[in-house]
């Protein structure tokens, strides 16, 4: 039958794959910033495409729905050891693969979210991290009237937990979520404790070792930059704006 056909073909594709992945000895070629901030957009496509019933996608089509050009995109996923095949394009399921194979999400990785204030208690409760292979094992805040409560079904802890928590748990990414006046402190106890990488959502730059790896989310920066947009755009046109049309 065609469809089982196209099932073996894939499990081969797949075990071929696992095999590599497993049998090479080389290391794996860097990835550059820019691609690797791509891959996650391709990834959430890919999964669209495939709850859509989707098989095979070209370059052109990841290229338009991405964003991006065409090129880029081949270049991005050469990074990949893929380079698809010439007037069918990409696999959908196998190239899904080989993107979480490169992202490290071929197993969950547990986090632990520092900080229960309004913000960490949001984290906490997004279900979003979970399904993409981050489950919160654990919140911790050093507010003891904080402690022994439940945010999304996770129990707050005591800052002194965080090292025993980290060990048992084979924790190595941590979410900072504090206030930015006991951010730098709750890096520091971070560190100590054995995390790795810090997603800092805190309102300031963060210092750590140069083998600790940080990505920084600042939410407000983000809406000065969309406001600085949008203060050009009314200013060009006036008549666009309600505010400035009724003070004038």
Same mark, same amino acid.
């Given at each position: 039958m065609p469809h089982e056909s196209s099932c073996s @073909?894939? @499990? &081969?594709?797949?075990?071929k794959g696992?095999? %590599? #992945?497993l049998m090479t000895d080389s290391p794996r070629r860097r990835i550059p910033e820019a691609t690797l901030s791509r891959l996650p957009i391709y990834l959430r496509i890919l /999964? &669209?495409? #495939?709850? &859509? /019933?989707?098989? $095979?996608l070209s370059s052109d089509q990841m290229a338009a729905l991405a964003g991006v050009n065409a090129a880029k995109v081949r270049k991005d996923l050469s990074y990949l050891g893929t380079y698809g095949t010439r007037g069918v394009g990409y696999d959908v399921a196998f190239l899904t693969y080989q993107i979480q194979r490169e992202l490290g999400l071929t197993h969950e990785w547990p986090i632990v979210v520092v900080g229960a204030g309004n913000l960490g208690q949001a984290l906490s409760g997004y279900g979003g991290f979970t399904s @993409?292979? %981050?489950p919160v094992v654990a919140m911790f805040d050093s507010d003891l009237s904080k402690v022994d409560t439940v945010v999304g079904g996770v129990r707050? @802890?005591?800052i002194d937990d965080l090292p025993a928590v980290v $060990? #048992?748990?084979?924790?190595?990414?941590g979410v900072l979520a504090t206030p930015g006046a006991a951010a730098q402190e709750a890096a520091d106890l971070m560190v100590r404790a054995g995390i790795t990488s810090i997603l800092n959502f805190a309102p300031v730059v963060i210092?750590?070792?140069r083998a600790v790896r940080v990505r920084k989310v600042d939410l407000a920066s983000e809406l000065q930059i969309l406001s600085y947009y &949008?203060?050009?755009? $009314?200013s060009a046109n006036p008549s666009a704006d309600p505010a400035r049309t009724a003070s004038a």
């Open positions: @073909r894939l @499990r &081969e594709k797949l075990h696992v095999a %590599y #992945s /999964g &669209e495409l #495939s709850d &859509e /019933g989707t098989t $095979q @993409r292979g %981050y707050v @802890r005591a $060990q #048992s748990m084979n924790v190595s990414i210092a750590t070792p &949008e203060d050009r755009r $009314q």
